[in-house]
């Protein structure tokens, strides 16, 4: 609250100072010389959409023409609408195949952007300790060999915690999405019982359980429940009030608590360029979550056919939200990049071209 | 009338008639037209559906009706789980909309209800002014909730105890399901056939009645002697009707059936339908490999189902028809009944 009345002076002392520059009649030092940017249509991931959103909007202050439409489709098609260049740029939560990275026509760079994670969301009344679950128990829930809370699989994790002997319902996505490739990926590196009988995908058979429709057909398959238990994002949990489990991943060395600085550690190893089996699950760093995953911006490597203030916008638009943009993500429950792979990626940022030559950031986005 | 009078007619009103023969020609051909374009519609999105289809057909055969294993990742298709949920969440429907809309209509025509009656035909009519996505959002929060609560175990601990019958209600009654699924779309369709129904009870001549209440019959006998032969085959194509809607209702069902690919007896589990499957994964399914082709040879399986049972409720309706042939009766009342998959 008291940040919100915060910003909400900052923004209005912002608007009372421009309406004294506009006011005055002699140009302000810097309105003819700077660029003001140009509208530019994205589509692509739903996932990163409103912080997408709230750059977008944060921007506008930057650079007044920049007007961004994105239109929030899904990666699927982002990356369909990305090739066949009906958008300026794409947006999707899983790096491209190779097949799909081979029928681009001119190369492409993907920009990690925030961090999400994945939790395990439960409905356990009386319980009100976070539960602990190693890999390989999550995924026997999910495959249906667990079937009761009190299982000594669960109760052996949890010393001290009552378990009640209910039976467990699973709740999964029922449309296709990058949460379920996260999840679904990360018990693949878990458990090869579940590679083997289930394995990764956007969508995949579940063998138990009833599906929900998107994030929110799941929290309410899961609030409906006793005994439920599903995967949700992690923002998505923290703003619908879910309770979730703490994970130990293979790599983890204890129980780690899903978390704005959890997820964000998780992304400590992350190289770039990044490459179709690029992912950030199990991370080996001190405290990082185990289910946590980026999502990615596709630009293409040679801006020209854009033109050049279209090609000078989603620079300066790359550059601001890599740095300044930062700051807004945990606002709204992402994790920011770690400062090793902003550093990465404003170092591949400098490779994109426009007539053969390199771009130069405006004034007003450093 | 004689003839001559006949003639004075048509004489005095011949420049009308001329200028109407023109206006019956111009509507004949732009009447034929649009008969065609639906056809050739019709036709193109066949084609169209075979043709991104096709691929996944020939790929898996028969197989790809008979499999009971839906699997993106390992690029298996079968159709069957969405097939069966299909068909039986359709059947709960009709099964039970079509009493209560009959029951309805003849409520609306034949008794007396006083003011009562046009604030119930309005109210009828409205159930089917509500967007489907609203019907879904209800049957998520608050039916769903609701049965597995409290009707779903009392159906288990009932019904569920009886032989045979039984195995209907047996199971985990947590989640959305096919029973759920069944109710909603009951809800969907009872509009629609209530309104076609009561339009036809309407129309069943009175002489039908007053011969039966002469002869000495009870409300209730004239109601079952004359008004319901009369109008079986316009029930018949009422039903049809909602049930090309139950077939195609698509967003409410993918938010209650549970999306799961159970099969087997129980109306308690996890269900899937041919709608709701391609609704939920057409939007991320990948060009490459053989899922947006699945996808696609599955709305052409819809469409199949829905020809069926068109042409069953044709061949029913034309049996009617002949089994009541003599006193006259159900030739009039037969008009629709070609199932339209809507959603």
Redesign the interface.
Known sequence: MKRSIFSGALALSVMLLAAGCSSNSSPSNSTNSSFKGTAMTGAGATFPAPVYTQWFKSFLSVESGAKINYQAIGSGGGIQQFTSKTVDFGASDAPLKDAEAASLSRPAFMFPTVLGGDVVAYNLPGVTAHLKLDGPTVANIFLGKITKWNDPAITSQNPGVSLPATAIQVVHRADESGTTFVFTSWLSQESSDWMSKVGAGKGVQWPVGTGGNGNSGVAAGIKQTQGAVGYVEYQYAVSSGLGFADIKGKSSSDYVSPSVDSISKAAGSLQLPITSSTNILDSTAAGAYPIASTTYLLIYKDLTPLGKDKAQTIYDFVYWALTKGQQEVSGLNYAPLPSTVAQQDLQQLTQLTYNGQGIQPSPSVK | MSQTVLDDISRSRAPVRKRSRFGDVLFRRSSLGVAAGLIALLGLMVWVLAQNGDHVLAHFGIHFFTGR??????ETYGALPFIFGTLVTSAIAIVLAVPVSVALALLINEVRLGWLRNPLTVLVDLLAAIPSVVYGLWG??IM??WF?HTVEPFLAETVGRIPLLGALFRG?P????LLSAGVILAVMILPIVTAITREIIAIVPNELREAALALGATRYEMIRMSVLPYARGGIVGATMLGLGRALGETIAV??VV????GLGASLLR?G?TIP?VI???F??????GFHRSALLALALTLMAIALVLAAMSRLLVGRTAKLLAGGGTAEGAAAPSAPAVSG
Request: aromatic share 8%; proline share 9%.
């Open positions: 294993s839906w699997n993106p990742v390992t998520l929060f769903v909730p597995d985990n947590n989640g959305g399901d993918a938010m549970g999306n799961g690919l996890p899937y709701a609704a939920n994964e939007r991320e399914a990948s060009s490459i």
